[in-house]
């Protein structure tokens, strides 16, 4: 067994013979995303694997062993982890976890000690946790993020965000129901030999798999003569894109009769980057980080670019840059808002408008101050630009039930047709 560390601050270690010994366990939040994120590791050299359980004694657990006002996502990871401590058949003394912090002011950025200490409270001291941040919160001698692992991050966002379009764009609408999830797993199979590819082939090749999924997509028949409302999805981050957060809306919109669009997840990382860019230059700091960053959104654009140029080849729609995205937000608000989403949230609502998807879901944890001034504290300053605009705002609340959520979509929706 590892021999467990700890660093000056008494803080439990992930060393290099973790490394070899340990499984990593990721906390689901985006399903078309965080199975790369396993491919990523395990290629190198990591065990690892994404939480799969989602019944209720989730929230039990979230509930028990965190605080009553802290915010949902935080409680239902706490609960993921612990529920797949007691019941999900790990070898607990060779498992750790694994955690992403932004270092803004959102309570995301406290998960890992408030993991922690639920951890404590529950009597797991020995399982270390670890963060995965830009901002050097953190550091564990057994895990490092490498320029590779950068690389297959960025890589597995955007096969993520690009097959989520994919199947939402398609599904909708296919005349043989099911093609489009065949589809999806066919790609997936093809999509995770990716990440074991040797040295230059992990730069190059994705521009090749990027378009031949795209044509797959394409060849899926389809009938689009009936229109159907477009309805967007933004918000907190986690509820945004887990099913188990927001009750599976994805789903729920398309067994409505709806076209789901739901913004990219690389942009919200490009975002953060540029907040750390923007406090550099405003308050102080190394301008080579600054740059960095900038490196960083250039090189994730250039890369969006070739996507883009594909997307319109085949027909699909072809999603906003994140400069134009930036510059939507500008508009609206200061991008020194930048806490928790910050001003991306109402910029992802403009988009929708523009991209015509007027009609817009707000998801809003329970206790996200950040998200309620950028969400719905926009709402009527977005209605007296775009007077189309159809938005409502749904609370996401452990206590709240499924049917008042419900009922507000549909009513919604309801709008969404007659205006369509």
Same mark, same amino acid.
């Given at each position: 067994?590892?021999?467990?560390?700890?660093?000056?601050?008494?803080?439990?270690l992930f060393?290099?013979?973790?490394k070899?010994e340990?499984?990593i366990l990721?906390?689901s939040?985006?399903?078309?995303?965080?199975?790369?994120?396993?491919?990523t590791?395990?290629?190198?050299?990591?065990?690892?694997?994404v939480?799969?359980?989602?019944h209720?004694?989730v929230?039990?657990?979230?509930?028990?062993?965190?605080h009553?006002?802290?915010?949902?996502?935080?409680m239902?990871?706490?609960?993921?982890?612990i529920?797949?401590? !007691?019941?999900?058949?790990?070898? *607990?003394?060779?498992?750790?976890?694994?955690?992403t912090?932004?270092? +803004?002011g959102?309570?995301?950025?406290n998960?890992?000690?408030?993991i922690?200490?639920?951890f404590?409270?529950?009597?797991?001291d020995?399982?270390?946790?670890i963060?995965?941040?830009?901002?050097?919160l953190e550091? @564990?001698? %057994?895990? !490092?993020?490498?320029?590779?692992?950068?690389?297959?991050?960025i890589?597995?966002?955007a096969? %993520?965000d690009?097959?989520m379009?994919?199947?939402?764009?398609?599904?909708?609408?296919? *005349? &043989?129901?099911?093609?489009?999830?065949?589809?999806?797993q066919? =790609?997936?199979s093809?999509?995770?030999e990716?990440?074991?590819?040797? %040295?230059?082939?992990?730069?190059?090749?994705?521009?090749?798999?990027?378009?031949?999924?795209?044509?797959?997509f394409s060849?899926?028949?389809?009938?689009r003569?009936i229109p159907?409302?477009?309805? +967007?999805?933004?918000?907190?981050?986690y509820? !945004?894109?887990s099913?188990?957060? &927001?009750n599976?809306?994805? &789903?729920t919109?398309?067994?409505?009769g709806c076209? =789901?669009?739901?913004? @990219? *997840?690389?942009?919200?990382?490009?975002?953060?980057?540029d907040?750390?860019?923007?406090?550099?230059?405003?308050? %102080? +700091?190394?301008?080579?980080?600054?740059?960095?960053?900038?490196?960083?959104?250039?090189?994730?654009?250039?890369?969006?670019?070739?996507?883009?140029?594909?997307? !319109?080849?085949?027909?699909?729609r072809?999603f906003?840059s994140?400069?134009e995205?930036?510059?939507?937000?500008?508009?609206m608000?200061?991008?020194?808002?930048? =806490?928790?989403? +910050?001003?991306?949230l109402t910029?992802?609502m403009?988009?929708?408008?523009?991209?015509?998807?007027?009609?817009?879901?707000?998801?809003?944890?329970?206790?996200?101050?950040?998200?309620? *001034?950028?969400?719905?504290g926009?709402?009527?300053?977005?209605?007296?630009?775009?007077?189309?605009?159809n938005i409502v705002?749904?609370?996401?609340?452990?206590?709240?039930?499924?049917? &008042?959520?419900?009922?507000?979509?549909?009513?919604?929706?309801?709008?969404?047709k007659?205006?369509l």
């Amino acid at each position: 067994m590892a021999k467990l560390v700890y660093d000056d601050t008494g803080r439990l270690l992930f060393t290099e013979e973790m490394k070899h010994e340990y499984k990593i366990l990721i906390p689901s939040m985006a399903p078309y995303h965080f199975e790369y994120f396993v491919h990523t590791l395990k290629s190198e050299g990591y065990d690892a694997e994404v939480l799969q359980n989602t019944h209720f004694d989730v929230i039990h657990e979230g509930m028990k062993y965190s605080h009553n006002d802290i915010c949902v996502p935080a409680m239902l990871v706490i609960g993921q982890f612990i529920d797949a401590m !007691k019941q999900g058949g790990y070898d *607990i003394h060779k498992v750790a976890l694994i955690i992403t912090q932004t270092g +803004g002011g959102c309570r995301a950025s406290n998960y890992v000690s408030l993991i922690r200490k639920a951890f404590h409270q529950a009597g797991y001291d020995f399982i270390p946790i670890i963060s995965v941040n830009a901002v050097g919160l953190e550091k @564990n001698p %057994g895990f !490092k993020v490498t320029s590779n692992i950068l690389l297959k991050l960025i890589t597995a966002l955007a096969m %993520g965000d690009l097959l989520m379009q994919l199947y939402n764009e398609t599904a909708p609408y296919e *005349i &043989n129901e099911g093609d489009t999830e065949a589809v999806y797993q066919e =790609v997936n199979s093809f999509l995770d030999e990716y990440f074991y590819l040797p %040295g230059r082939k992990v730069f190059y090749h994705p521009n090749k798999l990027f378009e031949r999924v795209i044509k797959r997509f394409s060849e899926i028949p389809v009938d689009r003569s009936i229109p159907k409302p477009k309805v +967007g999805i933004v918000g907190e981050i986690y509820v !945004k894109y887990s099913p188990l957060g &927001n009750n599976d809306l994805e &789903n729920t919109l398309r067994q409505e009769g709806c076209e =789901v669009v739901t913004p @990219n *997840i690389l942009d919200f990382f490009q975002y953060t980057f540029d907040s750390s860019r923007h406090d550099i230059y405003k308050y %102080g +700091g190394r301008k080579i980080v600054a740059r960095m960053y900038q490196f960083l959104i250039w090189f994730i654009e250039y890369r969006r670019n070739k996507i883009r140029r594909q997307l !319109k080849k085949y027909g699909f729609r072809v999603f906003t840059s994140y400069y134009e995205l930036r510059q939507m937000g500008l508009d609206m608000l200061d991008h020194a808002m930048h =806490v928790g989403e +910050g001003w991306l949230l109402t910029a992802e609502m403009i988009e929708l408008i523009h991209m015509g998807a007027p009609n817009i879901v707000c998801t809003q944890p329970f206790g996200c101050l950040p998200n309620h *001034i950028a969400g719905k504290g926009m709402f009527k300053k977005i209605k007296q630009a775009y007077p189309q605009s159809n938005i409502v705002a749904i609370d996401y609340d452990t206590s709240a039930t499924e049917i &008042n959520q419900l009922n507000r979509i549909k009513l919604m929706i309801t709008n969404a047709k007659r205006n369509l």
